[in-house]
């Protein structure tokens, strides 16, 4: 699996700190393929000034929890983005990589599979992040080559990925989510788990979702709800989290 390639080599490195050191030729360079509009800056400076929107399906109780554990904050500070190699190593050792490293750990004692995530191999990725910063500057050709090199060997959908015509580009967790899966996600939230814990409140939680799949859009924080949802349900540990809510 490549995931930690963008943090590693990729093209993530944040464009606020090309534009406080005055590598103002870098950041033209990056700029050049795709033009200011959708390059990163205005991006990464949102980022660093967006607070993160409850959902009005979050329990006051779980509004309190999740400030205690700061999710009121936002995600990157700007120290973090000020600093290319900063902000790489902070990207991959995000709780996002983090959580999916598990997953793979999960399916692979599960499926017998193996899964590798390479970019995340420590020699590997002290090698790549003590490169100059100049050495990653331009754009490497990523996606492209690889969807050109699986070409007849994926699904058409898992290769290139793109939305119906007149719709907007959608990944694939949302095209399951939102389609195939759509009868499975509707059970889980009619009974949610964490409605009987007292975080979400599940009416507006299930009329959220279908609101959301009327627009054929991801509702935020939905992909998280599921996950949990599922984990409650797999594990049967729902009557111990009410004995001990540690």
């Known amino acids: 699996n490549g995931i930690g390639g963008d943090p590693v080599a990729g093209w993530l490195a944040p464009e606020l700190a090309l534009l406080l050191g005055g590598r103002f030729d870098a950041l033209w360079r990056r700029w050049r393929p795709v033009g200011p509009r959708h390059a990163g800056l205005l991006r990464e400076v949102r980022t660093l000034a967006r607070r993160p929107r409850w959902p009005d399906w979050l329990t006051p109780g779980g509004r309190r929890l999740a400030e205690e554990v700061g999710f009121d904050r936002p995600a990157a500070s700007w120290r973090v983005f000020a600093s290319r190699d900063r902000f ?59 969807r050109a090199a699986m070409a007849g060997h994926l699904p058409a959908a898992i290769l290139d990925g793109a939305a119906e015509k007149g719709r907007s580009r959608s990944t694939l967790r949302a095209r399951g989510l939102l389609g195939g899966a759509r009868q499975t996600v509707e059970r889980l939230l009619a009974t949610p788990r964490l409605a009987e814990l007292g975080l979400v409140d599940g009416p507006r939680l299930l009329a959220a979702y279908r609101e959301s799949a009327s627009r054929h859009a991801l509702a935020p924080h939905l992909w998280e709800v599921l996950t949990t949802e599922g984990w409650l349900l797999a594990s049967g540990r729902l009557g111990a989290l009410h004995r001990d809510p540690s």
């Open 88 to 146: 790489r190593r902070t990207a991959l050792a995000s709780p996002a990589n983090t959580a999916a490293l598990e997953r793979f750990d999960r399916l692979s004692r599960r499926c017998g599979v193996r899964i590798e995530a390479p970019w995340h191999d420590p020699e590997l990725a002290a090698l790549v992040l003590a490169l100059p910063d100049r050495a990653l500057a331009a754009a490497p050709p990523a996606k492209p080559l690889l």
